[in-house]
């Protein structure tokens, strides 16, 4: 059959930056069997050819109403496929799906019938949260950075914000690149609706949402944007703890200092 990527080469690329991520989640380990997921809105790039493509699937429930993915199309990695065989074979490891105009069931259209990540619902809701806001963010990450679960096993840095300004003031690029902080969920079971609903209700005020003992949901312009909030807050984690297995507490930067990152390069916290 023929592959959708076929002479589309905006598309390539886009799926091409979600194979070079998914082999960056595989090699930091934060991607244990068929650990994390990715799911990117491609609608833009699809041409009228696209949209008469028939279904290669049944149509499958979402499991809620999401009127804002009307007529949109998702790449989504599939379910319990590898992220280190995503990165060599993006079409064979997930697959492109149509929303409905029921707003609450998709089809896979291409290249296989591949089923999507069982998080898909979580990931639709908050793109859906996204479009309903105007955003211009595509592309949802959920990971799992070994330093960052770590530190959810810890009740005190379960408190609002208490992680955000502790990783902010291990490195000024940390507050730059991932400015808006880091969101806490406490414990859910995975895949569920309660945890979809929790993620959306954070990503009012952050773009990158931490799911305690589980690992990072983030957002972005692109998958690669999303990739490095999350890359940048596991390296002030890993700072953190090499300072503590070195038998001290990491200074971190003062609040005066971090309130000076925010002014000097208009952060918005």
Same mark, same amino acid.
């Given at each position: 059959?023929?592959?959708?990527?076929?002479?589309?080469?905006?598309?390539?690329?886009?799926?091409? #930056?979600?194979?070079?991520?998914?082999?960056?989640?595989?090699?930091?380990?934060?991607?244990e069997r068929n650990g994390g997921n990715i799911v990117v809105n491609i609608t833009d790039l699809v041409d009228d050819e696209i949209k008469q493509m028939a279904p290669i699937s049944d149509v499958t429930p979402i499991g809620t109403t999401l009127p804002y993915l009307k007529g949109c199309y998702f790449y989504c990695k599939g379910t319990n496929m590898r992220m280190r065989d995503l990165a060599r074979w993006p079409m064979e490891n997930g697959s492109v799906i149509?929303?409905?105009?029921?707003?609450?069931?998709?089809?896979?259209?291409?290249?296989?019938?591949?089923?999507?990540?069982?998080?898909?619902p979580s990931h639709l809701c908050m793109h859906n949260y996204l479009l309903s806001k105007g955003s211009s963010y595509k592309a949802s990450l959920h990971t799992h950075p070994i330093d960052l679960i770590a530190m959810t096993h810890h009740k005190p840095?379960?408190?609002?914000?208490?992680?955000?300004?502790?990783?902010?003031?291990?490195?000024?690029?940390?507050?730059a690149f991932c400015p808006r902080g880091l969101g806490i969920i406490p414990y859910a079971l995975p895949s569920s609706m309660e945890l979809a609903e929790a993620t959306?209700? #954070?990503?009012?005020?952050?773009?990158?949402?931490?799911? #305690?003992?589980?690992?990072?949901?983030?957002?972005? #312009?692109?998958?690669?944007?999303?990739?490095?909030?999350?890359?940048?807050?596991?390296?002030?984690?890993?700072?953190?703890?090499?300072?503590?297995?070195?038998?001290?507490?990491?200074?971190?930067?003062?609040?005066?200092?971090?309130k000076e990152m925010t002014v000097a390069f208009n952060l918005p916290k």
């Amino acid at each position: 059959m023929k592959s959708i990527l076929n002479n589309r080469p905006a598309l390539v690329k886009e799926i091409n #930056e979600v194979a070079e991520v998914a082999g960056y989640l595989w090699q930091k380990g934060w991607a244990e069997r068929n650990g994390g997921n990715i799911v990117v809105n491609i609608t833009d790039l699809v041409d009228d050819e696209i949209k008469q493509m028939a279904p290669i699937s049944d149509v499958t429930p979402i499991g809620t109403t999401l009127p804002y993915l009307k007529g949109c199309y998702f790449y989504c990695k599939g379910t319990n496929m590898r992220m280190r065989d995503l990165a060599r074979w993006p079409m064979e490891n997930g697959s492109v799906i149509r929303i409905l105009d029921d707003c609450a069931s998709y089809v896979i259209i291409a290249d296989a019938p591949v089923k999507p990540t069982s998080e898909l619902p979580s990931h639709l809701c908050m793109h859906n949260y996204l479009l309903s806001k105007g955003s211009s963010y595509k592309a949802s990450l959920h990971t799992h950075p070994i330093d960052l679960i770590a530190m959810t096993h810890h009740k005190p840095f379960l408190q609002k914000d208490v992680l955000t300004n502790l990783l902010w003031s291990m490195i000024p690029e940390t507050k730059a690149f991932c400015p808006r902080g880091l969101g806490i969920i406490p414990y859910a079971l995975p895949s569920s609706m309660e945890l979809a609903e929790a993620t959306i209700q #954070e990503l009012e005020e952050y773009d990158v949402v931490m799911w #305690e003992k589980h690992g990072v949901c983030a957002v972005g #312009e692109d998958i690669m944007a999303a990739f490095d909030q999350v890359d940048v807050l596991s390296k002030s984690a890993q700072i953190y703890i090499n300072a503590r297995s070195m038998g001290f507490m990491p200074d971190g930067m003062s609040q005066e200092q971090m309130k000076e990152m925010t002014v000097a390069f208009n952060l918005p916290k």
